[in-house]
């Protein structure tokens, strides 16, 4: 009896040291989710080396089939907002263009995301969600613009070589404009966008530049692998004591964090605009979910909707 108890004696130290070893080396693998609590934040943390923590999260639905998540976290040391909507295309909704007063044709003025959503709606849209589109010169597109299944701008000019495409059969994809070619026939909403943040899971190419790498507000949109969810992100910027933006090579890796498998940079910075559905005693209203660097949203020429489908 004594022999065992000899023997059990040296052994323990040991087996302590190897199980205290194995339980080093799982936490050394363990992926740093650096404070986020849900699935998709903790995957956005996870995939983005200059988020250095998670501070808080709000998850709601705002109808069925769209998700947002609200999220502050520290990013280059810095405080930063961040806001993803996660649309469920197989829910009874849909992605569609919009234009000042909802026109196809004859569009003088620009007009806000809110003002936008609320032409859409007066038309007979239910509008649930409104983000803005890509960039523009005047009253004209920069890159490609459909809306409708009307072509109102059919080329798209240099560095706006790619775009958000709503085809006849509901589906929506990201792609280059020489691919548009191929669905032209098809499409019924396009919005033109600038750098390709994402193509077929691969980072893309783009030129690093002042606009680029400066923080700032970002606007940029993706989809994943069999696009059956639409992604949108709206991050907050020039608003140093809540929000100061982010890099758009950081937009990469956050999109890929999310899920994303096609993902494309809209126009941001001022121009970054989230507005969302709100139903009250006197009637619907739209309301930006992001703080603005200035007191109003900024008029622009179009806009993403998430709708219900006809």
Same mark, same amino acid.
């Given at each position: 009896?004594?022999?065992?108890?000899?023997?059990?004696?040296?052994?323990? $130290?040991?087996?302590?040291?190897?199980?205290?070893?194995?339980?080093?080396?799982?936490?050394?693998?363990?992926?740093?989710?650096?404070?986020?609590? *849900?699935?998709?934040?903790?995957?956005?943390?996870?995939?983005?080396?200059?988020?250095?923590?998670?501070? *808080?999260?709000?998850?709601?639905?705002?109808?069925?089939?769209?998700?947002?998540?609200?999220?502050?976290?520290?990013?280059?040391?810095? $405080?930063?907002?961040?806001?993803?909507?996660?649309?469920?295309?197989?829910?009874?909704?849909?992605?569609?263009? *919009? %234009?000042?007063?909802?026109?196809?044709?004859?569009?003088?003025?620009?007009? %806000?995301? $809110?003002?936008?959503?609320? %032409?859409?709606?007066?038309?007979?849209?239910?509008?649930?969600l409104a983000v803005n589109g890509g960039n523009f010169n005047g009253t004209q597109a920069t890159g490609l613009f459909y809306k409708d299944g009307v072509a109102i701008k059919e080329s798209a000019e240099?560095?706006?070589?790619?775009?958000?495409?709503v085809t006849q059969d509901g589906k929506v994809r990201i792609c280059s404009v020489s691919d548009f070619l191929v669905l032209k026939n098809q499409a019924v909403h396009a919005i033109g966008?600038?750098?390709?943040?994402?193509?077929?899971g691969e980072f893309g190419a783009f030129m690093a530049d002042d606009n680029t790498m400066a923080l700032q507000a970002r606007t940029f949109v993706g989809t994943n692998a069999d696009a059956s969810k639409f992604y949108i992100f709206v991050v907050e910027g020039s608003t140093p004591e809540q929000s100061t933006g982010i890099r758009?090579?950081?937009?990469?890796?956050i999109s890929q964090g999310a899920g994303c498998y096609q993902a494309l940079n809209l126009r941001g910075d001022v121009y970054t605009t989230l507005a969302v559905r709100?139903?009250?005693? %006197?009637?619907?209203?739209?309301?930006?979910?992001?703080?603005?660097?200035? *007191?109003? $949203?900024?008029?622009?020429?179009?806009?993403?909707?998430?709708i219900d489908k006809q």
């Open positions: 009896m004594k022999k065992i108890c000899k023997f059990s004696l040296c052994i323990l $130290p040991a087996l302590l040291l190897a199980i205290a070893t194995a339980s080093c080396d799982k936490n050394d693998d363990a992926i740093d989710t650096k404070g986020g609590k *849900s699935t998709l934040v903790q995957n956005i943390a996870a995939n983005t080396d200059y988020i250095q923590s998670i501070e *808080s999260e709000v998850t709601y639905n705002l109808c069925d089939g769209v998700e947002i998540t609200d999220i502050s976290c520290t990013y280059m040391l810095e $405080p930063t907002r961040l806001i993803v909507a996660v649309v469920d295309l197989n829910k009874n909704i849909t992605v569609a263009a *919009s %234009s000042p007063g909802n026109k196809t044709s004859g569009i003088s003025t620009l007009e %806000s995301i $809110p003002e936008q959503a609320m %032409s859409a709606e007066k038309a007979g849209m239910k509008v649930w240099s560095g706006e070589d790619n775009c958000v495409v966008g600038a750098q390709r943040l994402l193509e077929d758009l090579k950081d937009a990469m890796y709100e139903e009250t005693a %006197s009637g619907v209203e739209f309301n930006t979910l992001n703080k603005l660097q200035q *007191s109003f $949203p900024q008029d622009v020429l179009n806009g993403l909707l998430i």
